[in-house]
């Protein structure tokens, strides 16, 4: 499984940013999708998971970020708004498939207040 990431970039505070993530591969159905993001110094963090219509999300996202999946196309979005300096970070995608992680390579994110 090969996970491609896109949409990162240079935001103002306050400002929107979608992330999109894109499965290819021998893939059929992929167990668990979803986001993380690790910050210069800190460890990598979940921001949110998605998996048979169950949704998970890091507090500190909550009621700012939505995921959304394409099962069909086995691609996974990160829409954020009301994003503050403090989600500075490389966010990744993973996709859990047969008992296995796989991770995208990640794309910068940075929220300029």
């Known amino acids: 499984v090969q996970l491609v990431e896109s949409g990162g970039g240079l935001v103002q505070a306050g400002g929107s940013l979608r992330l999109s993530c894109a499965a290819s591969?021998?893939?059929?159905?992929?167990?668990?999708m979803g986001w993380y993001r690790q910050a210069p110094g800190k460890e990598r963090e979940l921001v949110a998971k998605?998996?048979?219509?169950?949704?998970i999300y890091a507090d500190s996202v909550k009621g700012r970020f939505t995921i959304s999946r394409d099962n069909a196309k086995n691609t996974v979005d990160l829409q954020m708004n009301s994003l503050k300096p403090e989600d500075t970070a490389v966010y990744y995608c993973q996709a859990l498939y047969l008992g296995y992680a796989y991770w995208g390579q990640g794309t910068q994110v940075t929220v300029s207040s």
């Open positions: 998605t998996n048979a219509g169950s949704t």
């Open positions: 591969g021998s893939v059929v159905s992929i167990d668990v």
